[in-house]
């Protein structure tokens, strides 16, 4: 269907007559249609990532609940995606709610430019979207799928530009990230994108593979790095979060940018715990998870509990490490 424009056009506008709760309800009934087709194996796979993640503490009926909440949210982000995408001018009004815009604002000011860090969480195009209304925005994505390829061009139709990983040479990706930078612009990164010769990290408390792009983006420029999250939290309305700003390069040198990848990872953790059922790799977060490796350095992550999501008023970067390692 996405590789279609005229049929997804025409589906768009019918969609648009049925009333917004009724809509609300029949993507609800598709994702548990959804959960049902996906079959034990998907499902049992699913339900352990969520429990190895999250701690076998977590009641199993919650886990359960959880479960079927993912199934859901992946069908009404994907209608948003394909049919409501089309309606997103002009309704930011009721749609999003803001967070904490002005640690953007205030980012921009010092002329560097600013990097969001963000999970794949929520309907991060929408974020996306949000964002290139109002600022200079690039980002980084993958469109080597054939299904996914008409989405991120439906989206930069939309005015949201992006660089494609997979088909830019690593060097010419570098370099427009820091023109863009440099121009005072605004790079979205998803920090949770996954490849195999991606550094070895930690997330969940375990071992994983994480691109360090942004940490060194943000060392070796001086660009501020903004922790940012958004979520559905009420129907087809999304809470978008602005963190506090954190300037690694006051803390970490172009050598330490695995101990900056992180503290960048423990936020994203974070958010995810925040609003589990709505992180988009569940599926298959196994894969990423590979043998225990050792770590050294102040930026070891403690999985022991659990901390706030939002952080404290850490006014630098010292302080803002403590927050996310603690």
């Not at 701690?55 to 049919?83: A, C, P, S």
Request: overall charge positive.
């Amino acid at each position: 269907m996405t590789a279609n424009p005229k049929r997804l056009a025409q589906l768009s506008r019918w969609s648009g007559w049925i009333p917004r709760p009724c809509m609300l309800f029949l993507c609800g009934v598709l994702g548990v249609l959804l959960y049902a087709a996906a079959g034990r194996k998907l499902r049992s796979r699913i339900l352990d990532n969520l429990r190895e993640a999250l701690g076998v503490e977590r009641e199993k009926g919650r886990l359960h609940r959880l479960r079927l909440g993912y199934f859901q949210n992946l069908v009404i982000t994907l209608y948003e995606i394909v049919l409501e995408s089309k309606r997103l001018p002009g309704s930011a009004a009721w749609r999003f709610q803001i967070e904490g815009e002005d640690h953007l604002q205030e980012a921009l000011q010092l002329g560097r430019g600013a990097i969001v860090y963000t999970p794949h969480e929520g309907n991060f195009f929408y974020y996306y979207w949000y964002l290139c209304q109002k600022y200079p925005c690039l980002t980084i994505a993958t469109g080597g799928s054939s299904e996914l390829r008409p989405l991120y061009d439906l989206f930069e139709r939309m005015g949201c530009p992006g660089l494609d990983y997979d088909n830019t040479p690593p060097l010419e990706l570098l370099r427009k990230l820091k023109k863009h930078l440099a121009g005072n612009g605004v790079v979205f990164i998803l920090g949770d994108f996954w490849r195999p010769a991606f550094p070895v990290s930690r997330m969940f408390g375990k071992s994983t593979r994480s691109p360090d792009g942004a940490a060194l983006l943000s060392i070796e420029n001086q660009v501020p790095v903004i922790p940012f999250y958004g979520f559905r939290e009420q129907g087809f309305r999304h809470r978008l979060v602005f963190e506090q700003p954190l300037h690694l390069y006051a803390s970490y040198e172009r050598k330490q940018r695995g101990e900056a990848t992180l503290l960048l990872n423990r936020f994203m953790e974070q958010a995810i715990r925040k609003v589990p059922d709505q992180w988009f790799y569940w599926f298959n977060a196994d894969e990423r998870w590979g043998e225990e490796q050792m770590f050294s350095g102040t930026a070891k992550l403690k999985h022991d509990q659990e901390t706030q999501l939002v952080p404290g008023a850490a006014t630098d970067a010292s302080e803002q490490q403590k927050t996310y390692t603690a």
